[in-house]
Each structure stands twice: as structure tokens, then as C-alpha cells.
């Protein structure tokens, strides 16, 4: 074939369980592609909600994949379906490209920051034409987007540790309100956006990324030991052993156990047949219990005095369980201490927390959450400490370093589809009663 | 639930292979529904262009399934896609729902026959909104509908024998050019075009029905037996015995027998396991040859001279085969009667025929085709013919009672997104090669 | 590889759902090949009961295929397993494997002849081994077993058609009692049975095989017609049209209509969507009901006096529904003709037959089963009529010439395994509650 | 149903993707059950070879489960098809069922009996009746088996771990040759075997056992960190951090780190959506390279003197890649050590190791090793300190204390079935080519 076409391949799962065949991708030839994968969320699913997106325009087809969230895609539907619009999913993305559709400017690229300006919220979209791989970052960076190189190719991709396993190497990050595109092989960048300072989601320092992905300059792991460490400055106390949450509290652990000099030991195990919570799709095999994913280490831990460390705290039911599960083991005290600040208000740019109902930390008072978990004693790392373990001196006020709305309920950018407290939704996580 | 909802499951394959369980019909719940099954043509297939077809407009939801083919269809997509609309299939069927939605008339059916004025070509619709059930018949009435009633509900179906199987009584065919519609359980009927004489698709009647359903006040089959009487009429032979290509020619052969007063008899036998070529979705599978399908029956033919009948010639690598198969057992004569004229000209208006250049009839003379087939003997039934059987003195030239340009290359609606002779498809039919 | 194996592939469904993709067949590689094909019965079913069987014997593997049951299977199984032998199926046909395993003769013939001298009933084998291609038929030749040649190949068959579809040629039928098989490409045969004269399962003619398969130098489809001409021949009576059940009643109803010399027409049409109801797998579908699969010729059938044909009467349930819907339609009068005669007895040699319990004309008379079925009259073909439309004088009562047990109650062979009247179920039948 | 039955199923792939959904538990109704899950080999498989294997002897059913592998199979299934026996597997397990049917002893626990006295290798066997429930140990104690306690029902398990899970109590461990079995509710053992000492596979302890097992009275993670600090005392070398192979050589880097009092640091990290190599179906995806599994830690690592521990060293493939990674992340200087000593013979009692031929310390040297892995220096833990580690003086040579052949090539049992150093394969571990 002379002409290029998008070729389009939607599957529930992983990318790994789904392309891993060589006949799949052989019907999948070309030079430039675009992928997605998702942690799915509770509810039903629908293959019509799945990423990429795509769009005949009248400049072409236009393929569009997005990380995030936007806070006025329902606003902007209807008014799009009010004006004949057909919406096929019920994704934020769809919006987006429906937006990029209706656009009368002639150039894909113009189309697009036609749409850029009229949406809101936090997200990093990689977008595949005919001729042109598009990669964008919100206004505040929110949402991560890394650029790498492999020989003459360029890669977008949400962490460097993507660009690790295929070899590529890590060129930058796509800044704050930056559209980048590779057109002809080379790299071109606008910056269409006012201008503002970069204000990145803290989450992905404390949970969402690679512990080997890069952020800023270093490595995750690093930053996650230090918050482990400015968490021992706060808050040390009598123990004989520094336990980690496996393997998310990991490097804290390291990082505490390394300040206080005190022993750093696994006295809880992980079975890897198990994947981790946060990303199983079906709600059953999530409620199976802590002890499919974690067994406690019996001798290593009878008799011993033990600070549990973990990255955060969210509804704490797992942290209640671990705590049990090291007293039936036979340790003398558990003293329970969280890398992060206290999760008070839900995420609307991408992250699926629960809501604010279910968040521990914004009904309890520290006090009633150690009840709850059945711990000795349990500390928080402070919202300065966390800004300290990261580089700052402490927060501003005014003009804050990062989002940080979990801690501080400072959220950047206005909630326009928000109905009420607990009503508000993330568009990109819903899914509807209807399937194909 | 207080608000109604509109599901939709598309499927590949026969309905009877998909919707056949419990569990499945189950999550099916409601009181109207609309469905659609399409006949498998070459090529690729993708869930995306499997009927039916849905919109949620501003005036609610609606649901379309369309038997039949639009002749602009690509033409009226071209200017909706310059529009910013956004196409999920190459389906001409969602052509309809694109000028549905984007109608400024308040009320859906007002929204319809804005779009209905829009298309033309052979068209059967039946459409599902939240609060009504409608049937559509284009206004030369090509593609067949027909209105029957169970208890206290209405039921639109292409063919009579649909509501045999479920019990209905059958009302009256929807009339051509008519929109009837379902609303608080009582039936309403407009007609919005300009009138016309009715000219229904003459294929139905020698083909693609079943022959238990009833047209036009009789049972397909007896107009098959009509066919074969006239052809008798019209070109009888010395023979021993009537045989008919199983099932297609059957009816047609035990007219001709009656009228000939000689020996119907099935000197052919069809092997159950396989389908209808016609509907069999793998090329490989069509192509397995006629003996999987058909064998002969020897004792009974041999040493017979045979009148061999069908309904209709179409490319005639199946009669040629047959011809062989008879005189391979031992047939002294095989004498061939086709109970239709010759098809010179393919269809745009829904039904599956091959292009100009694999239509036997449109190629080569009378002669040629009976030595291609090798047959003793070749016979046509005529043009008037046909007329008088289905009724008519003869064909009236200026209106012609049928729509019958497989014979006389006399198309009723222009082909406005023909770009050439053999260029011309089937926008319905189509298929891409992306798929979800 | 220089050494034979041999490849054993079982599946649920008809052969060409299953072994029909090149990448199936490419995986099947060789020059000879066993294959089983068993219509399906109630109850669950179970891979390991799929047939061919295969050991491997210190003489080499053996696969065994099996058309037919054993009366004594039941009876052996049980000597075996108090010897050690462990079963890994239900099915009689692990019973002939198992026999032929134990068997302490050197070559793999005799110790086949070893373990048909120990099995009783109706039977018709296919093995494999490394070297040789077997054939046998059960000392009265119940069940049927031909021979093809095609090139240089032979082929065993249960019925002539199936040589038909791949272009073979018809050499003989295998004779009761007989072993063929082939080595170093040539055909041999040994009769290590006392002789006994054939006597062929009459139910092959009346209704099981093709009707273009030959049995007995002449194709079935004509003995049905004969069945039929001594039909009319039996019971005429004053009628319009001649009806075929479709398409069990074809061939007799065609014989009937040419001895009446009255008009033979289809008033009930076939829909060929569903299968023949003895052959599908699930008892939901079987029970569909007779609509799905017939409707009546409306136009046809108004107002006419009608003969009503089928092969046999079984159960009754089919005829009761197809004379109603006859009536339903219009029909003036109903007269039921049935082309063999009543079945009192059911089979233990292979056909899948009711119990006794449910056979209509074991516990019914003609009167009360022409009310059940609500007929205008009903006839039955008598048992001697059979006997004379296949050719014979009349049955020989003290030698019959046919396994006639179903009207006769004259079973040929002893039923070992029966532990009274309706509690014999056929081995080959059964399935059990665990599989794998 | 009052009498019991054994229900089988087997599938493909781990418990846990199978045994998952409320539909599939439902099916399996009963008291007690046993399972049994393989980690999969090279080579095709086939669902015949998958345990449980049952047969149906005349005491009744018997499903029986093996972890092991036997080292006289092939030449007792030899004998017993001679003898007319069938076997449907290549799995050496089918062969103990096989000698269980055939033992002429009346009571099921009799013929177990019978049959393991004709067996040999290394096993933990579990078999089910419909009455009781076993448990085995070979006569050396190879392969673990231990025997917990939920509520009133008794529990066999590989490892204590599996108790864990379902909250259940650890009793105690089936010693070796010893039969436990479970009747009436209540526990019995017998001992048949002339006693031996225990010999259990130190293989368990160093790489195989989950770390949060038990093990004679002591975690497996104990152990190992054992192993790490005999290792350390062993071979110290100057370096700024202890890095683990993760997840493997975790325990023993953490025992290094704190024998040496340097840091212990994760400057390799693992990724989750990939399962264990040693676990994984497909080859391809094992060959997929360490990339996908494991990335460097590049913050952490850069410019430091690095202790690379890992469990053991097989091929030597992986441990290759590692370091290469590492000094490409900027590792000044990296020190290989290793808690196990050099693996120089394969396996034949159940675990699935490479041949001779590509076992690296088998065909190396120390040197030759170190230069292939591309390390500053290389350590192996010694014979007698692995001893030393697990609390015994030294090893005694008359009568090892352990099974420990991996390293000393001193075999506890016979290879009967041994056709040359090479040549032996665990018939376990076999797949044939004819699958069902």
C-alpha cells in the first residue's frame, strides 16, 4: 500500500498477555504506534472505553491515547451531543478527539491546540497521524511524559524505565504545557499555553512510578529512601527490626533502617504468583485476603520490636491485617510508620483513589487510625518533611512545588464537572452498562 | 431502574449461535428490541461495522438496524466527516444515524425523516428509541418489512416466516415509502415522500425469501411453482425425470413436473451438515465444492433423461459441477431450465451479487453458457415471462411493476456513489482492515 | 523421524467444526488415518469418551474406532478391572482396546481376533496400527462397513457417500463377520467366525443412512421409495396432495405420490439454519420445538386433503405438532402414512433409541395413536410389506433375512449386560459425572 | 447421592487461574480433595501428563498426586505393558497407579503398600479414596511433605506456607518412609520401609521452598540469611553495598550485609508483571531477556563498590546480564558470591535442572567462571560451610546428612533407569507428541 493507514487493536488486559505473539504483530506492520494500558477500576468494563481513540478528521485520522484526567469532560459532552455529536464510549478521551475533529483549522497540529485550549484537568496524550507522533503535558506537568531516542527513533513514554527494557536512551522530560511532535524524523516542540511554573502530582514520587524510573533528575528509589529517612528523623523509636511493607515500602525502609542503624529485614513475604492490588481487575480475587500476597516470616520476626514501614496509607485495611498478622507471629510491638503525609482528599487528574468517604486519614484523627490498625504507635512523615526529603526547604504556600491536594486539598486546577463532595467522578474511569 | 436504558451486544455469526443461552439473554432484559443479522460477503470482518447501530442524540438514544444498501452513501459521509463528525465504521447504516443526530428537529421521529429525505437506495429500517419501536420502508418499497402482532405487541420483520416461528399473527406489509411506529402500544403511520408505486425487488421473490413466507398475499413457494410452470410452458423437452437443485430449485421443479405431467424426483441429495453457500462466512469453506454438498443419487438417474431445474444463473460454476456430477452417475440427457431470465446486471440496492465481470449471463450468449455448463440443452425463462407468472399481463415498460435490473440493467434510483462500472460496491458491505 | 507414531486428536463437535483449518490438518501428518464421528446423546459427555481409542501394546500402538455397542461390555469390564486393568473411560469401545492389550498372541491380528471372539453385539471396527489398516464386521454384519480404493488407497467407510465426496471408487462391502486390513498397500481378509448368513440392521435402510449411500447394490433413497410404493400400495386413500415430513418422509412420499399418481408437494418447509434434531448436542435446542425447524406451505395446503408421510414413528411428539400446524394452516384433512412399521422394541446394537417406555407404538394402538396425534387416519407399513419392498417374498420367521428386533422384538443376539426390561442402557452411550 | 465419587479435573496452567470462580468451586462439592501443580518444562504438553492420574480399581477409586520423580519408571512400565496394561500418560506417576491396580492385596492401603515397595526415587505422594485420604515420603525424606490441622480436618501440604494461607496449624512433618492417612477423621501412620536416616534435598533450603516456610522447625528465609552470613565469613571483600539478586538472593544479601555491616541496598529492581523465570510456560517469553524482569538502580549504584549475592548459579546466562547491567549503570567494581556452592550434576528426584552440559561449574573453573560473567571477583559458599550454616559441624561423608548430589555428585538412590550420563531424563518431567 502507497497511502498509510492507522491500524487500531483494542484488548482487555495487559499488553504483555495480549501482544506477546508473533502472529499478533505481524498484523500490526509500520514505524510509528501508540499504546495504551490502564489499571482498571471497579465496575464493569467495555471494550469501547479502551485506549487509543481514534478519529477519520478531514485532515486525517488521528490516533489519540491518554494518561490522566480531565475535570470538564462531561461539561464539554454535551454540549458537543447537543450538536449532533456521536459519542461511542463513555471516556474522557472521546472528548478530546471529538474536539479535534470538530476543529476548522486545516493543520492536525493547529486542530489539536484547538482542543488543548478547551479542555482541563491533568493528562499526558501521545497522538499518532499519518505523518506526525504528537506528545503533550498539561499546563502544570501534572501527569509525567518522558522523550527517549533509539538509534534515529524518538519515544514517548510515561517513564524512563520503558525507554530501560527496549534499550532507548532517556533524552528529557516533556515540559509542563508542552506540545513536542516528531515530524520527518525530527524533533519539534511549541508552547502554546500561558506560562506557568511546573507543579508535578507528588503521587508518583511516593506510589504510582517505577521505583527505577527517573523523575526530575533521580531515580524514584532514592527519593522514596529519603522519604524514609526524613520519616526516622521525625519519628524514630525503640526497635529491633526495620520491616518493610513488600514491595511498596521497600526503599523507605532501607532508607529508615539506614539513618537509625538499625536492622533492615524482611519479616514479611511476598508471593509472586499474586500481582499487586492496585491493578487486579476483578474486586473477588482483591478481597482473597493479605494472606494470598503476604505471608509473615515466623523466626525472623518472634520476640522482636518492629517498625512497619509502608509508602502510604489509603483505606488501611491492608495495614490492619499485616499488623495482626505479625502479632499472631509473635512479634512483642509493632510500631507503624508511613513515608508520606495523610491521604485527606481524593484524586480528579488520574490517580483512582477512593473517595473521601473511604479515605482513613479524612475521618479519623491519628489517634482512632492506630486503634483501628491495632498498632503501638503510628507516625506520619509531615507535609514539610515530604517537601524537605525532596529537595525543598518547605512548602509554598503560594505558589506550591507540586500537586499535593492528597495531603492538602490544594487542588490546581478547578473541578467543573464536580457535583457535590463525594459525587464527583473521573469520567476516564467509568464505564457503562452497555458493551460491544 | 426508573430510566430506560438501551443495551446493545453485537456479535459475529448467526443469532441462534449467539444469543442461545440463558445467561445471556438474561442480561437482555426489556420489552421492545430491535436485531439484525447480514449475510457474510468476502473480505475482512469487524465487530465495528455489525448492526445494529447506535446514537445517543439529544433527544435520547436510538438504536438502527438496516436491511438493504444506500446508493449515496459515501457521498453524504464525505460532507459529514468535513463537518467534524466523527465515523466508527465503514457501515452505510451509520451514515443514517450521523444525519439522525445531527437533525435540529426536536422530536426523534421528526429527526428521522430529516435524515430519511437524505438518503436514498433500497432500504428496510427498524429503529429503537427509549420510548418507541420503528419500521421504515424506502419509497419504492425494494427491501421487504412486514408488521405482525403477538398478544398486545407489534413486530416488524423482514419475512412472514419470522413470525410463524414465534407465534404472531401476521398484519400487513409496511407499505413502501411508509414509516410506521410503535408509541404507547398503539401503532401510527406516516408517509413523508412524495407517493409512488410500489416496486419490490423481484430477487425476493426467486431467491432470497423463504419460500414459506408470503408476498404480496401468497406464499413464496407458489410463486416458485408458477416460475417453473411458465418455464415449461415456455421450453419443455423430452425427459424421464424433473430434477431440481436441492433446495433451491424445488419448488420451481415440481411446478414444471406438474405442468409436463412427468416424474418429479431427487436425483440429487443434500448433505445436511453443510449451509447455504450463500451464508457461509470462510472462502475456503465456499470453495470446499459442490460435492460436500450435494451427491448424486445413482440408481435413480441412470440411463434418464433429465430436465435439471433451478431458480436462477448466477456465475454457474455450481451448475457446471452438477451437470458433471449427473452424467459422471450415468445420466444419458441433462437437459438445464433456469426458473428466471438471465442476470446481466449486479445490485446496489442490498443484495450480494458478483461484479458485471463474474455474471455469466452478462458475458456470454445462451450458447456459450449451455457449453460451458455443458449441458444437452439451456433455457431461460423470459422476461414477460416472469411477469406472467408473478401475475402481470406483461412488464410495463414505462412503470414497471418490479424492481428487476438484474435482468434489464433498469435501475430505479440513481447510483450517485457509482464511480465507474465494475467500481461500484456495496458501501454496506464493506469491510477495513482495522478492527477492534 | 524414520520410526511411525501415531497422532491422536479428540474433539466435541462434527468433524468439519473441528478439522478444518490447514493448521489443524498440517499437524496431522501420515499416510493413513482412523476418525469416529458418534451422533450425541443426553447427559453430559466427556472428552475421554471420544472415540478412537488407542493403547499401546508390546506389539506397537493400536487406535480403535467404533460404529455400533456391545452387549457384554459391562460384564467384561468388570473381569478386567478385578485383574488390574484401569479404565480411563465409560465407553465399550475402551473395553475392545483393553482386550486387545491383554491378549499374549504375538501379531497384532490375532490378538484382535484374540478379543472379538471374547465381545458380543453390533459392531463395525476401524483400527490402526504402525503397519496395518483394519476393518470388521460383526458376525451378522448389523452395522454397516464399506470398502473404497482411491489411487492406490484403500478406504473403509460406514457409507458409500462418504467415498463419493472425496472422488473414490466403491469396491465391496465388508461381509458379516469378516477381518480386511491393509499391508504393504494390498487388501486382505479373514472370516475367523463360524459363518452365519447377514442379517443387516433394517433401521440402515429405513432411516439411518444417506439417501444416496448403496446398500446392498442399490442406493437407499430407492428402497425409501419402494417403502413407500408398497405404502400406497397397503393403504391408499382419497387425498389432494401427497406431503413429505421434510426430509425423512422424502423419498417414501415420491414413491407413494408415483404409484398414486397424485400430485407430490412440499406443504412443509425445511429451515435450514437448524440441523437435523437427532444429531444436536444440547436437549435445550432439541426442544425448541418444531417451529424453528418447519412451517407450513400456507397457500399450499388451504383447503387440500392431504397424505402425510414419514420414515418411522418414534416417539410421536414431532408428528403431533407438524399435524396441528397442518391443520392450523388450513388443511382439510390429514391422513398419516407411515413408511416402516411400528416400533415396539428399542436397540442395544448402536442406534440411539427411546426406552421402551417411550416408544409410541409399544404401548399405544393404532386407534389411540392416530387420536394422539390427532390425524384424520393413520397406517403403518406392515412388517411383511418391508420385508417385500426390499425384494424378499416375506420375512423368513425361523432365519430373518434383517436385524428386525425394533417391530419384531427378535433380537439376534443375546443382551448380557441387560438387567431387565428398561434398565439396559448401551455402554457406548453412557458419560459419567467427572471428566477431564 | 449417598455413594461417594471422585471428581477429576485438570487444566492447564496454575490452580489459582483455574480454580477461581465461584461456578468452577461449585462443581467440586465433597469433604476433601487433593491438587497438584507442576512448573512446566521445555518441550510440548499435554493435558494427559497433568496429575492428579486416577484409577478405578476393585477396592474402588484412587486419585493419586506426586511431587518427585521416580528413577526406575520407565523400566517398571516396560514390565507392566507387557503384561497387557495400558498406560494413557508418559507421566511416571500413572506408573504407581498402574501398580496399585494391580496389587492383589484386598485393602487400598495394602496395595500403596505393594506398590511402593517396587518404586524408587525421591516422592511426596498424596492419594485420595473414597474413604480415605494418604500421604507418602519416600524412605530418604527427599521431597517435603507436612501435615497441617483447620478446625477437625487434616491437611497435606508441600509446604507449611500453604497452611498458612487458609489459616490452618502446622502439626508436624511426615517423616521419612513414613504413610500417614486420614480415616474416620483421625490421623494413623505406618511405617513399612526399613528405617533410614532422613536425607531431605538441600535444594529446598537454598532455592526451591518459598522463604516463609518452615523447614525443620526453622524459615527457609533463616536459612538462607545463614547462608549469606557463612558466605560473608567465607569471602568478604571491600565494597560500599550489599546488592541482592532480587528476589533470590534477597535472604542472603541481607545475612552479608549484616555479618559485614555495610549497607545492603536495592540497586536491582524487580518488575511484577513478570512471573519467575523458572516458572514460566513459554519459552519465548523466558528468552525475552532479564530487561523485562530487572533494571538497575541508577542513582544508587553509580561509581559504588558493589557485592552482587545471588542463591545459586545454574547456566550462568542471567548472572551474566546482571553484571553487564550494572557496570553499564556506572558500578565501579562488581563481586559476585554466591550462597550455594558450585553446581556441577543434575537432578533425577523431582527438580527440573539443566543437563551436565550446561551446568556452568560442571565445565568451568572458578576463574574461567568469573571471566564469563565478566566480574572483579567471584565466591561460591564451600560444601562444609553450607554444613556449617544448616547447624551441622561439618558434612559426614559416610552418611551425608543431607541430599546434596547437585554439588557432590553423591546420588542417595539408584538410577535405574540411567541410559548414560546425558541421556537420563526425569520422566516426570516428559510430554510426548500426541496430545488429547
Known sequence: MTEKIIILKKRFGLVGDNFNKEKILKNLPGNYAIGHNRYSTTGSTTLR????????TNAGGIGVAHNGNLTNAITLRKKLVEDGAIFYSTSDTETIVQLIAKSKRKKTIDKIVDALFQIQGGYALVMLTQKILIGVRDPFGIR????????????????TCALDIIGATFLREVENGEIVYVENNSLK????????????????????????????????????????KELARESDVDADLIVPVPDSGNAAAIGYSQHVKKYFDLGLIRNHYVGRTFIEPVQKIRSLGVKLKLNANKSTIKNKKI?????????????????????????KEVHVRIASPEIKFPDFYGIDTPTKKELLAANKS???????????????????????????KKRNNTYPQLTDHYFTGDYPIKLIDNLGDDKVTQLSLLSTASNN
Open 307 to 331: 517498625v512497619l514501614i509502608d509508602d502510604s496509607l489509603v483505606r488501611g485495611t491492608t495495614c490492619h491485617k499485616i499488623v495482626k498478622m505479625l502479632y499472631d507471629s509473635g512479634a
Open 366 to 392: 491519628n489517634d482512632e487510625i492506630c486503634k483501628y490498625i491495632n498498632a503501638k504507635s503510628l507516625k506520619f512523615l509531615s507535609v514539610d518533611g515530604m517537601y524537605r526529603a525532596m529537595g525543598f
Open 144 to 159: 509525567p511524559l518522558v522523550i527517549g531516542k533509539l538509534k534515529n527513533s524518538y519515544i514517548f513514554a510515561s517513564e
Open 49 to 56: 472505553n479502551v485506549q487509543p481513540f481514534f478519529a477519520d
Open 189 to 228: 516542540s511549541i508552547k502554546p499555553f500561558p506560562l506557568k511554573k511546573p507543579r508535578p502530582c507528588v503521587f508518583e514520587y511516593i506510589y504510582f512510578s517505577r521505583p527505577d524510573s527517573i523523575l526530575n533528575g533521580k531515580c524514584v528509589y532514592e527519593y522514596r529512601k529519603d522519604f524514609g
